[in-house]
């Protein structure tokens, strides 16, 4: 737990740390680096299973230099170690910790639409024919632990995405059937409608409304080829969006349904 702080506050530390740990360790097989597609910044055109450029490192905004810093260390350091180095889209889904309630992308998105209650969605952030990077973080580990344990994922880098991402419209017409409502009939460019999001009590964390912002935004073709030859010969492969976007509407109202029972028992103390 303190490691994946670390990595979230200072990437580039945390790859290091790690590195140095592998370089001094005589019996080391393999060392598995996670990391995002989003962290090249890019929200158009494709990005392939190969280390960031310098010009990409150099025209990151502030917000990702860190991230594609730490993406390049632990693909240059593949040259003197066995690294793995595994970028994946959004993961959802994953195993509930705590009680609080956290607002991802995904469920950031599923809270919105919930949040409206019945009213009449006309307008809604992003791109239609845009992308969404969703994968289950079951799906996630499994992938990445049979890539981290097969003989050609040594000194490689994979692309865990969705290879069929569901299209912005298609996506968020699912999200508002299991919601009960109808689907928006106008889509507006994202960065220019954060207020949207900004729905009453609901109040996510600046750089999760950035990001999910920037994904119902992106064109970006993510290509997952070298993954999907390991991969796809197992049967090995990510469950369509349909599968589990009813799962991800449950997890948020159960999420919320919590934290309301919590802040009124907290009332009754006080």
């Known amino acids: 737990e303190r490691f994946g702080a670390r990595q979230a506050d200072d990437p580039v530390r ?22 995002s597609v989003f962290a090249s910044g890019r929200r158009t055109g494709s990005l392939r299973e190969e280390p960031f450029t310098r010009e990409l490192a150099e025209g990151a905004e502030a917000a990702s230099r860190a991230a594609v810093r730490a993406d390049a260390i632990a693909a240059e350091a593949r040259a003197r170690l066995p690294v793995t180095l595994l970028r994946t889209g959004t993961i959802v889904l994953e195993p509930r910790l705590t009680g609080e309630l956290t607002l991802g992308h995904a469920q950031l998105l599923v809270l919105f639409l919930l949040s409206r209650g019945k009213e009449q969605l006309f307008l809604m952030p992003g791109r239609a024919d845009g992308v969404l990077s969703f994968l289950p973080a079951e799906y996630a580990v499994k992938a990445g632990l049979v890539i981290a344990r097969h003989p050609r994922g040594a000194r490689g880098i994979f692309h865990l995405v969705d290879s069929d991402p569901p299209t912005v419209r298609r996506a968020i017409s699912i999200l508002c059937m299991l919601t009960g409502r109808e689907p928006p009939h106008l889509f507006v460019p994202s960065l220019a409608a954060s207020a949207l999001l900004r729905a009453p009590g609901l109040a996510p964390r600046v750089e999760h409304l950035r990001n999910l912002l920037e994904e119902l935004g992106s064109s970006l073709e993510v290509s997952d080829a070298e993954a999907r030859a390991i991969l796809e010969p197992l049967g090995v492969v990510c469950p369509a969006f349909e599968s589990y976007a009813e799962q991800l509407v449950d997890e948020v109202r159960e999420k919320v349904h919590d934290v309301r029972i919590d802040a ?7």
């Open 14 to 35: 945390a790859v290091q740390e790690v590195l140095e740990l592998g370089e001094h360790s005589p019996q080391l097989e393999r060392l598995t680096v996670w990391a």
């Open 264 to 270: 009124r028992s907290l009332e009754r103390a006080v």
